[in-house]
């Protein structure tokens, strides 16, 4: 009893009732780690509907893109909408978009720094420090001293490095270590785009072969590089960079296809309201369900409506190792893996 009583008045003393009042968390635990950056900034007049950030985003649900409804003054935005629960502030997102201005901004783009170069180079070399693991192989083999660790961050000095790409060469960190071409970045992105559209406009045109594959099933193609060659070298002329561009886009690429056998649609119109973009419509007067490609986000949310698994939903993912051929590979999405392909046979 004694015990008890002992208890009941420990817990009524005041410096515990105002420690409990007052509890906080640790600073290091509330306060942003020094190595984030912010959380994003959407500038939704800028998006151009693509999808980057949403695919390349690590944590799940932390962005999405939505559309406002269209108006009399025309059309309604499509634009990334960020949830702050979710995001881990990791940058992914403004890295990847495309649209300049950005329409994601948040905080230090640590890829591309606007830094004076003395020595003429295509390139420029940085440290991702998001990637980097600190094992200090690349500042023993720097030769001339360009590389060093600053405030617990390995940093490479613009004003004596020569370019030389030993450091790259000994990073055992695939991308911690970039070599960056600092010229005609919107060449780069044409350059980029002129691929993508390439390689699925391929895939697109294997409608037979898409509606064939077999659960599980793979397919595999060689793209000849030859039919874009020339229209490539129009948007940078030099050889080298131009192939180094492509094979690092190709080799890091993932197209998602969409295929819709209109043959085999019920009609049944429960895609429509679903669409986030509304690419989808019914068409009354020919009697059809109707998806506008150049507007569709290829985010599969019609693909799981579908209760009757007309629609598919295919990852492609490609690579280039001899300068000639793309490889590109096929495989069906395992999302509703158990129901994919029964109702459409």
């Known amino acids: 009893m004694s015990s008890l009583m002992w208890y009941i008045f420990d817990f009524a003393r005041k410096a515990w009732a105002d420690a409990f009042a007052n ?73 990847v978009c495309p649209t300049d201005p950005k329409t994601l901004e948040c905080g230090e783009n640590h890829l591309i720094r606007p830094e004076f170069n003395i020595v003429p180079s295509k ?46 060469e000994v990073c055992p960190v695939n991308g911690a270590m970039k070599a960056v071409f600092v010229d005609n970045l919107q060449d780069q992105k044409d350059l980029i785009l002129l691929c993508v559209e390439y390689l699925e406009d391929f895939i697109n045109s294997k409608e037979e072969d898409l509606r064939s594959l077999e659960k599980n ?73 109707v998806r506008e490609k150049d507007r569709c986000l290829r985010c599969s949310i019609c693909y799981q409506t579908c209760p009757f698994s007309v629609i598919k939903y295919f990852i492609s993912k490609f690579s280039l190792d001899d300068g000639e051929n793309i490889h590109v590979t096929v495989k069906a999405s395992n999302l509703n893996e158990d129901i994919f392909m029964e109702g459409a046979s």
């Open 123 to 168: 390139r420029q070399y940085l440290v991702d420090d998001y990637l980097c693991i600190k094992c200090k192989k690349c500042l023993k083999q720097c030769p001339v001293d360009a590389i060093s660790e600053i405030d617990g961050k390995v940093v490479v000095d613009q004003l004596k490095c020569i370019s030389c790409g030993d450091c790259v």
């Open 23 to 95: 509890a906080k968390n640790e600073p290091e635990i509330s306060e942003k780690p020094e190595r984030f950056r912010d959380f994003p900034k959407v500038n939704k007049q800028y998006c151009i509907g693509c999808g980057a950030c949403v695919a390349s985003c690590p944590s799940p649900s932390a962005i999405k893109l939505i559309r406002d409804e269209d108006s009399e003054s025309g059309e309604g935005f499509t634009y990334p909408v960020i949830k702050l629960g979710a995001c881990i502030r990791c940058g992914f997102c403004a890295e």
């Open 217 to 289: 099933g793979l397919l595999q193609y060689d793209v000849p590089l030859s039919n874009i060659w020339d229209k490539a070298l129009k948007i940078i002329p030099d050889e080298e960079i131009a192939l180094e561009i492509i094979t690092n886009a190709v080799n890091r690429l993932k197209v998602r296809i969409i295929d819709w056998d209109k043959s085999k649609c019920k009609k049944c119109q429960l895609c429509i309201p679903d669409c986030p973009t509304e690419c989808i419509s019914f068409d009354e007067k020919e009697d059809t369900i």
